[in-house]
């Protein structure tokens, strides 16, 4: 290939979204005509509240709305996003610390291009969501991985995370209730991270847009509570796209100290300017609004919870621990490679081939664990209807049986 034809290093040393790429593929199967179960991106199958669709509608037609806005967002958003701090974590922000994004995907993108300088390295407790990686690695920095597996109930292990350190660990990230596993890191351990960091000098990247999605009596703990101290060197980020059922609206933010803020502004200025007035109107509803809807989509979820765990530990070879938060199961698979399965008796010698077997051959959509730095495991989202979710277990158990 021609010199100037080649694209550059950085986007050639990232590797695509594998959580959207298996929910292109499962609605492209269907849109084809084929039955396929999705149990792939984490997308909540609820429609979004009525109020919140109602306030998109209003601000469809205030001409105020036809303006851009300030870049960090709607005034009356970000004193909304600061109030909800308060009310949930239980401490005060202000709004100018918090940035309105475009998903909470853009803020985990510019934390670390405002953080980061090349071979800065980010610790990062795996499994991991798919994005981590991919956006330290795209403001030049190191991730950093640290395993804790199904044994240890994905719980990390503070000292496997102290062995990590080096001089160039410039932050943490801490996701609970997590994505791939479910888990929701006990209190202990959020506690030990946040002093951790704060000896080490380390900034916390804590990702809690699952806040609210936690069961059998698990409690989301947040470092800002656990220790006030690390406050001044974290960063949350969040959105409205688990709690309201609003994936597609695009609205995320960080709340971080004020300088970092002013730096994602400026960043952001130059990126993408401001999020969609309309979806800011309506998350405004949403974050302004109550918890009603949230607590009755968890009751849903956590019916599904314990049917998904249920059938998954029925398959002889698989292995799932119960999550106790947000809607993935994230079970151990190393079971089912190397034997035969499916009617045709198809050997896969990776959960990458498991999935893409389950989906060929019983069109059921999963996203290996390998997307998520640890292969051996699928990921499933249990955020859609009881039947589809029974009916994919089913194909799912008989495919293992050879049928
Ligand atoms: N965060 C969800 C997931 O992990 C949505 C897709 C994505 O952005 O990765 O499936």
Same mark, same amino acid.
């Given at each position: ?18 959580t ?14 084929l039955?396929?179960?999705?149990? /792939?991106? /984490? ?21 105020r ?5 300030p870049t960090?967002?709607l005034?009356?958003?970000?004193e ?7 009310r ?5 922000a ?20 405002i ?5 800065d390295?980010v ?6 969501w ?6 330290v ?11 804790? /597996?199904a044994?240890r ?6 000292a ?5 350190r080096t ?26 991270i ?14 809690e ?7 059998d009596g ?14 001044d060197q ?12 609003m994936?597609?609206?695009?609205v995320?933010w960080?709340?971080?100290?004020a300088?970092?803020?002013?730096a ?11 999020v ?22 968890r009751?849903a ?6 049917a998904?765990v ?5 398959i ?17 698979v190393?079971?089912?490679l190397?034997?035969p ?6 050997v ?15 069109h059921?959509a ?16 249990y955020?859609l209807?009881?039947?589809q ?12 049986a050879?049928?």
């Amino acid at each position: 290939m021609a010199q100037w034809q080649t694209f550059s290093d950085r986007i050639n040393h990232v590797a695509p979204s594998a959580t959207l790429a298996v929910d292109s593929k499962a609605k492209a199967m269907k849109a084809a005509g084929l039955d396929v179960i999705g149990f /792939g991106a /984490g997308e909540p199958d609820f429609p979004t509240p009525a109020t919140i669709v109602d306030a998109a509608a209003q601000a469809c037609r205030e001409p105020r709305n036809y303006k851009y806005t300030p870049t960090p967002g709607l005034p009356e958003l970000r004193e909304a996003i600061a109030a909800k701090v308060l009310r949930d974590s239980g401490y005060e922000a202000t709004a100018d610390q918090v940035v309105v994004t475009n998903g909470g995907k853009q803020a985990v993108y510019e934390t670390f291009q405002i953080l980061l300088n090349d071979g800065d390295e980010v610790i990062i407790p795996t499994p991991y969501w798919t994005s981590y990686p991919e956006a330290v690695k795209l403001a030049g920095g190191v991730p950093v991985e640290v395993f804790a /597996g199904a044994g240890r109930d994905f719980e990390p292990d503070i000292a496997a995370i102290e062995a990590a350190r080096t001089e160039r660990t410039k932050a943490i990230i801490v996701t609970s209730p997590n994505n791939p596993t479910g888990a929701v890191w006990s209190r202990e351990t959020i506690r030990a991270i946040g002093e951790w960091a704060v000896e080490h000098h380390v900034w916390v990247i804590s990702d809690e847009i699952y806040e609210h999605l936690n069961y059998d009596g698990a409690k989301t703990a947040y470092v800002g509570v656990e220790v006030p101290e690390c406050r001044d060197q974290l960063i949350v980020l969040n959105g409205v796209a688990k709690t309201y059922a609003m994936p597609g609206w695009r609205v995320g933010w960080m709340v971080a100290p004020a300088e970092v803020a002013k730096a994602a502004s400026k960043l952001q200025g130059h990126l993408s300017s401001n999020v969609s007035n309309v979806s800011q109107r309506a998350a405004l509803a949403a974050v302004a609004g109550p918890l009603d809807e949230v607590y009755m989509m968890r009751e849903a979820f956590d019916a599904r919870r314990k049917a998904i765990v249920a059938a998954l530990n029925e398959i002889d070879g698989v292995y799932c621990p119960t999550p106790t938060g947000a809607f993935y199961a994230f079970p151990d698979v190393t079971g089912l490679l190397g034997r035969p399965l499916g009617a045709k008796g198809t050997v896969v010698g990776s959960s990458a081939e498991l999935a893409a077997a389950l989906l060929d051959e019983a069109h059921v959509a999963a996203v290996p664990g390998e997307a998520f730095g640890a292969p051996g495991y699928l990921r499933f989202s249990y955020a859609l209807a009881d039947d589809q979710l029974a009916e994919g277990m089913r194909r799912f158990q008989a495919w293992v049986a050879g049928k």
